[in-house]
């Protein structure tokens, strides 16, 4: 921020007051106080405090900070499930018109970009950059080790920034950052205007997602964003099976949670849709795989590579030391991470079987569940990666009745991006 305002910074804690009021004076419905997007209003909001304690340099704060976010991660999931109970779905619009909605959305987006170009990086998109170097000069690298202090994720990340390098070099880091926040909001514009039928949400979603704290605290973040932004897309283009099997294979490729989508999203296509929503996922897999022969010394290296991306996510399973986190900080209540994980894989397998008939209120919301419910168990700064959910949760909380939008085996019965767009007070 030198460049453009010398001397001008803004801490995270006034970004908090700055973006909490923002965010109330436009979404917060004054004329009905007591209304589920208050509710949602208020818990998104209140996961901010816990990122400002667990930035703290003291120690117990830190620990204030992330059991804070793990009781809120809890309360989110609890939201998901309650999702399809709540059938009143009033249409809520925003306290500020489209033109106006739409200036401050470029006015905030300039400015986090303009972040993300002065911070510096974070460990985990330089880890990414290296990665993508070696493949430029088609070096041969050693086996990622799972007892590093972070992990850059899986391949995919890597060859998105190839391109990148290859066209900014320098400044790939920082359009990285800018490209992947900026598929995030155009998702969930798109998300608006195809599946919602109205493009003030999809702007009003967009908007909100710059506004929230954790963007501005976490706009470097590359790596954690880009699976974001594919899940996002994969809802942009459901009623593709191939489309959005490439999507989430990709997002599959650069961080672990995605994985739990996998299953959840095959059950919603049927058998016939299912099948070429498994075939796109292993043809993201051979790319993905032939980029790690690409960068291997020989045979063993590579094998040791491919068992290696499975190892360095799974790593997260462990206790690790390195990890901070609710579990970490709490190590009279660590015995029960191993409940807590058992009960997360049965809620991923139950929603896989159940229900039997699916429509896309019912995806988004156990997507979103199945997310959430990594935060609770996963030990590397578990419960602070809101990045990962907030797009889904911003979904749920902004959609309208989608009920007449399912999959048979043949043909989807309501395309509504050839009906009008309908506003409805209640359902």
């Known amino acids: 921020m030198d460049v453009l305002l010398p001397s001008y910074h803004v801490n995270q804690a006034t970004w908090f007051y700055l973006s909490f009021l923002l965010i ?40 204030v900070g992330h059991a804070w976010l793990f ?13 399809s109970t709540l059938s009143r779905r009033p249409y809520l619009g925003q306290n500020l018109n489209t033109h106006g909605m739409a200036f401050l959305f470029f006015s905030v987006f300039a400015f986090l970009m303009t972040q993300a170009i002065t911070r510096s990086l974070p460990n985990e998109s330089l880890e990414t950059l290296r990665k993508a170097d070696h493949i430029i000069s088609r070096t041969a690298t050693e086996p990622e080790k799972a007892d590093e202090e972070f992990s ?29 926040h900026a598929a ?16 003030g949400i999809g702007l009003a979603m967009a908007t909100l997602y710059l506004l929230l704290p954790c963007t501005a605290y976490n706009v470097g973040e590359f790596n954690h964003v880009l699976p ?57 897999a051979v790319v993905l795989l032939a980029s790690l022969a690409f960068t291997s010394i020989d045979s063993d290296s590579f094998f040791q590579k491919t068992i290696g991306t499975i190892n360095v996510p799974l790593a997260a399973l462990a206790n690790q030391e390195f990890s901070p986190g609710f579990w970490k900080e709490a190590d009279y209540v660590s015995p029960y991470r191993w409940p807590v994980m058992a009960s997360y894989f049965i809620m991923v397998v139950l929603m896989t079987l159940w229900p039997r008939k699916r429509n896309v209120e019912v995806l988004l919301a156990q997507s979103s569940a199945a997310i959430i419910g990594t935060q609770l168990w996963y030990t590397q700064s578990g419960g602070v990666y809101l990045l990962w959910y907030v797009p889904l949760l911003l979904m749920v909380i902004f959609r309208p009745r989608l009920a007449h939008l399912k999959l048979t085996e043949d043909v989807l019965e309501t395309d509504v991006t050839k009906s009008e767009p309908k506003k409805q007070s209640a359902v």
Do not use: H
């Open 228 to 284: 974001a932004a594919l899940v996002t897309w994969a809802f942009v283009a459901f009623r593709k099976p191939v489309v959005s099997g490439v999507l989430l294979g990709l997002a599959s490729g650069t961080m672990l949670f995605p994985v739990f989508l996998l299953p959840i999203w095959a059950a919603f296509y049927g058998r016939k849709r299912a099948l070429r929503f498994v075939l796109a996922l292993t043809g993201v």
């Open 152 to 180: 850059s994720g899986g391949p995919a990340a890597p060859i998105f920034a190839v391109f990148i390098k290859l066209i900014f070099d320098d400044l790939a880091p920082s359009i990285l950052a800018i490209l992947a």
């Open 71 to 83: 009781v809120i991660a809890c309360v989110f999931l609890l939201r998901m499930f309650l999702d």
């Open 24 to 63: 109330v004076a436009i979404y917060f419905r004054f004329m009905r106080i007591f209304s589920l997007r208050n509710l949602d209003l208020g818990l998104l909001l209140s996961a901010s405090p816990g990122l400002l304690f667990v930035a703290s340099e003291v120690d117990r704060t830190q620990a």
């Open 184 to 199: 995030v909001v155009s998702g969930l514009w798109f998300v608006g205007r195809n599946l919602f039928a109205d493009k």
